[in-house]
């Protein structure tokens, strides 16, 4: 019988992997948190530029690789992680934009759950609205190890997006602005990954956890740079790893 692996997306064997991944969306970022943080990283994968690599941190093994931009790309690497090359823990470590007015830029948000105006969950043909949600172990343990580090955090609900350029208003001032409408209900940010994550994740019967840090305001406006979201949130980048090392200990 053929072996499901390599895959047409990631050309590597199961135990190239540690059974925590971290996901960032930028290839550029892997390779930054493999290079920084880990003792003797090694390129696990370049299918497509998506780099993963594996490592040790504190001694524990522990990988990175890029999930891509949105749904459909979370969707199909994740789901090969978890199903095919026996990850048993994914952590997305990315960018936010905030929506709501006590977040603000550069905070750390952990997702509890993700709201989505995306049919991803469609095909699990479930009768009703199936929740995208992360899991317990790893949301309690990446908020003791934010509070540990007295890191500004937000525990709540994300809103991720299928849509980057919307047709429709994002002014958040404005009451007939989607935006508007999820910020009133207590969504603290936009982002377009967090929710196919938790529900592969779910499937699957594994874990998942997006860590997320702000990077603009949609309510002030504030805005970091495309360099600064590569390189310099290292705060989300420490607790996704400190998480890591506990959810394996």
């Known amino acids: 019988m ?13 135990d190239d992997f540690g059974k925590t991944v971290l996901m ?13 943080f880990f003792e003797n990283p090694v390129l696990i994968n370049n ?46 470590v990315g960018s936010a934009g905030a929506m709501n007015p006590r977040v603000q830029v550069r905070d750390i948000v952990l997702a509890q759950s993700a ?3 995306s049919n991803y969950a469609h095909q699990f043909k479930t009768e009703g609205t199936l929740a995208p949600t992360a899991s317990f172990d790893l949301l309690r343990i ?4 934010a509070e540990k580090a007295g890191m500004a955090y937000h525990v709540g609900s994300v809103f991720t997006s299928d849509v980057f350029y919307s047709d429709q208003t994002t002014d958040i001032n404005d009451p007939l602005s989607p935006i508007a409408r999820w910020s009133q209900m207590g969504v603290l940010c936009v982002e377009m990954e967090t929710a196919a994550l938790y529900l592969n994740a ?48």
């Open 2 to 14: 053929k072996q499901p692996y390599p895959t047409p997306h990631i050309d590597a064997k199961p």
């Open 24 to 36: 960032p969306g930028d290839p550029l970022r892997s390779k930054f948190i493999a290079e920084t």
């Open 47 to 92: 299918v497509r530029g998506v780099q993963g690599y594996t490592g040790l941190y504190n001694g524990t093994k522990i990988s990175v690789m890029a999930s891509g931009m949105g749904m459909p790309s979370m969707g199909i690497y994740s789901y090969e992680l978890y199903n095919i090359f026996g990850v048993d823990n994914i952590i997305r």
């Open 115 to 117: 709201a989505t105006d």
């Open 142 to 145: 990446g908020a003791e190890q």
């Open 202 to 249: 779910a499937r699957a019967g594994k874990k998942a956890l997006s860590i997320l840090t702000i990077s603009d305001s949609l309510v002030t406006g504030e805005a970091t740079s495309a360099e600064e979201r590569q390189t310099t949130f290292t705060k989300m980048i420490e607790l996704a790893l400190k998480t890591a090392v506990q959810i394996q200990a």
